[in-house]
């Protein structure tokens, strides 16, 4: 028994020196602050990537839609007859179409579910546009119903635009928590 207690005692001796002098020893020490720091580091440059890839094509499907409410305009001219341009203007959903898809997102971008849509718009007291008919009606005679009897409804063509966008780290970065798909909506006075 007593071999034993003197085996232990000089592994536990042994043991308490390795771990003293571990303790003690700086050796590595800059590389494990280095290889925090680069984590750091490399976080933020994946965050600020990814983000910026974010607004810009954000950026690109919103000048999508509004090139596509433009093109609506520049189709159906109303001095043509084409208003309602939903029901009677041909090549709208075409133009829409390609307007759209002319950025640099390309086909990528599309025109939304039941979109476009038109309808007859009027200023309400707070100054906001507000719907009063759809285009497949018969337009009002005034703007009565918004409490200014004095104005003429004005024809509106909606366009809603769609990109499925996708983090190019996903799991890892910020960018992985914005809506997808971006989804954006542009309206244009026809008449």
Do not use: W
């Given at each position: ?46 965050n600020t990537a990814d983000i910026s890839i974010y607004i810009y094509k954000r950026m690109q499907v919103e000048n999508a839609t509004e090139m596509a409410a433009q093109a609506a305009f520049k189709t159906c001219d109303p001095s043509k007859g084409y208003l ?108």
């Amino acid at each position: 028994m007593a071999c034993l207690d003197k085996i232990l005692i000089a592994a536990f001796g042994k043991a308490t020196e390795k771990a003293c002098a571990l303790k003690t020893d700086e050796r590595g020490a800059s590389a494990l602050e280095f290889a925090i720091f680069a984590g750091i580091l490399a976080f933020g440059l994946l965050n600020t990537a990814d983000i910026s890839i974010y607004i810009y094509k954000r950026m690109q499907v919103e000048n999508a839609t509004e090139m596509a409410a433009q093109a609506a305009f520049k189709t159906c001219d109303p001095s043509k007859g084409y208003l309602p341009a939903t029901l009677s203007c041909p090549g709208l959903t075409t133009a829409i179409t390609q307007a759209a898809q002319s950025t640099a997102l390309g086909a990528e971008v599309s025109i939304a579910t039941g979109s476009p849509t038109e309808g007859f718009y009027c200023l309400n007291d707070a100054g906001a546009l507000q719907l009063i008919a759809n285009a497949s009606l018969n337009p009002p005679a005034d703007c009565s119903s918004t409490g200014l009897p004095g104005q003429q409804p004005g024809d509106y063509i909606r366009v809603t635009t769609s990109f499925s966008y996708a983090p190019l780290f996903p799991g890892v970065t910020f960018a992985s928590v914005f809506p997808t798909p971006i989804m954006k909506t542009s309206m244009m006075r026809l008449n």
